[in-house]
């Protein structure tokens, strides 16, 4: 049985000071049987790691360098992640496909580098809007996690979560209905059973990309859905834990 997860990603948003309350409101009151993690930037990890100092709730980072250490201007490593107390780095968001280039090979490196590091890498795969149109959403997603399989071998689903985020649902409103995402998680664990059956049973499939209070809980009530990656709605406190709620309420039915 595969345990309800709930991550927020926190962008480039937050202050010192805003991002311990939020992380404060979070951790007083995490829902039971969901596994809760917050992705705050690498700068406010210190902040966030002693708000949440004694509770379920972990901590995550945005990203993380393919490389242990080096010259590599402006990158951090899972390593250091680690240090600051990180369990999770979120790898290959579409924010760092699209905006940063970085490209299917580059990705499933880094999210190496998290598995070596003893971190779980919350892998981002999804289509564009203009792939959904030419049905090509199956293909995209096999291709971005094939990158993985290349990389890693065997080992690609070890320590992982998989986030399947349409980029045309990503903080525009514009949700996935609860079919399309889980004809499409379907779709994600038969792929991986095709590569590791024991893998494709337990990887935590997340979905992300405007998921909110309002409609989490059909999401999460599909087979393979087994719970969010969450942007906008994870910075306020009420609508995160609600989420997380709806993600526990998933289990018991
Ligand atoms: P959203 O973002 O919930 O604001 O759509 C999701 C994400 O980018 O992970």
Do not use: K, L, T
């Given at each position: 049985m595969r345990s309800p997860f709930v991550a927020g990603n926190w962008k480039l948003n937050g202050s010192r000071s805003s991002v311990s309350s939020l992380a404060s409101e979070i951790a007083s009151a995490p829902a039971s049987n969901v596994e809760v993690v917050i992705c705050p930037v690498s700068l406010h990890l210190s902040e966030v790691a002693q708000a949440i100092a004694g509770s379920s709730v972990k901590l995550g980072a945005q990203n993380a360098c393919a490389a242990e250490a080096g010259a590599y201007t402006g990158e951090v490593s899972s390593t250091m992640l680690a240090e600051y107390g990180c369990e999770f780095v979120i790898v290959g968001h579409s924010e760092r496909r699209t905006l940063f280039g970085e490209t299917d090979s580059q990705c499933a490196e880094r999210h190496a580098a998290v598995q070596r590091a003893g971190l779980t890498s919350i892998f981002c795969i999804g289509e564009s809007l203009q792939e959904r149109e030419s049905d090509q959403t199956f293909s995209v997603v096999e291709r971005q996690l094939n990158a993985l399989i290349d990389v890693?071998?065997?080992?690609?689903?070890?320590?992982t979560v998989v986030a399947y985020e349409p980029v045309w649902a990503i903080g525009t409103g514009k949700t996935a209905s609860p079919e399309q995402a889980q004809a499409v998680h379907a779709h994600i664990r038969q792929y991986i059973a095709g590569h590791n059956a024991d893998a494709a049973d337990a990887v935590q499939i997340l979905y992300g990309g405007s998921v909110n209070a309002g409609n989490a809980a059909d999401l999460f009530a599909n087979a393979d859905i087994d719970g969010g990656l969450i942007g906008g709605a994870a910075l306020k406190s009420k609508d995160f834990l609600a989420i997380c709620d709806a993600a526990s309420r998933s289990q018991d039915s």
């Open positions: 890693s071998g065997d080992q690609a689903f070890e320590n």
